[in-house]
């Protein structure tokens, strides 16, 4: 079983609709990143946090908004989302973002997004 | 630049035969990292393996194995006895660990596995 965690598993929204996507991990990670993968595609990253702090943002839209409350916990809010954006989101996180020992990066059972 | 080739898109076979899955990498670092990843239908992305640039040695567990060969820059699985369980998408992926490739997982094209009883 995964210990990347992920809620909800499947979400619906209008394109005027706002909603967050959750990811928590409890193995003490300092790493945390979104992906987003499309049908037949690899994932795509989307952001890094490391030690809380944004690390990496891929150009990402600002209808897509990541937040890290703590070192356990990532949202992604969503907010005037397109119908390309349906997609599923995957959270992950590693040890750390560099170095040997954080070089495994875990994976949570991701977010089906719809947007209509 | 980092980059990875899955040049299998899907292979079909038939319970017990053994499959091989093809990776071939590309990267400018002395240190990198080689990772294979299942993902089902489901959705989840399954951690199977990594291997590190400087440890060449295979690797075997249970009906998975794993060969590393860095002067042909391939990193093959291979699955014996399959199962239908084993159907999926496998997916190939290197992580370097210094300049604008930190933190960065890049993937191959996925490679869908299915395995017919």
């Known amino acids: 079983d995964t210990e990347v965690t992920q809620t909800p598993k499947h979400l619906v929204m209008g394109m005027t609709n706002k909603k967050s996507l959750k990811c928590e991990q409890h193995?003490?990670?300092?790493?945390m990143y979104w992906y987003k993968q499309k049908a037949k595609k690899p994932p795509e990253l989307m952001f890094v946090?490391?030690?809380?702090?944004?690390?990496i943002n891929e150009s990402v839209p600002s209808r897509f908004s990541p937040e890290c409350p703590n070192s356990s916990l990532l949202n992604l809010h969503l907010h005037a989302l397109q119908p390309e954006d349906s997609a599923l989101y995957l959270c992950?996180?590693?040890?750390?973002?560099?170095?040997?020992?954080?070089?495994?990066?875990?994976f949570g059972e991701g977010s089906w997004l719809t947007v209509v | 630049a980092q980059k990875v080739t899955q040049a299998q898109t899907e292979i079909s076979v038939v319970e017990k035969e053994d499959v091989t899955l093809d990776c071939v990498y590309e990267t400018r670092d002395t240190t990198y990292y080689l990772f294979w990843y299942k993902q089902p239908p489901s959705g989840e992305l399954v951690f199977l393996i990594r291997?590190?640039?400087?440890?060449?040695q295979n690797e075997i567990s249970g009906r998975y194995s794993w060969n590393f060969q860095k002067s042909t820059s391939s990193f093959n699985f291979t699955i014996t006895a399959s199962q239908v369980v084993d159907s999926a998408v496998y997916f190939c992926a290197l992580r370097g660990d210094r300049g604008s490739t930190l933190g960065r997982l890049y993937f191959g094209r996925g490679t869908q596995l299915t395995v017919w009883p």
């Open positions: 193995m003490g990670h300092r790493a």
């Open positions: 946090y490391s030690y809380e702090k944004l690390s």
């Open positions: 992950a996180s590693s040890q750390e973002m560099v170095g040997a020992s954080g070089n495994t990066i875990y």
């Open positions: 291997r590190n640039s400087f440890d060449e």
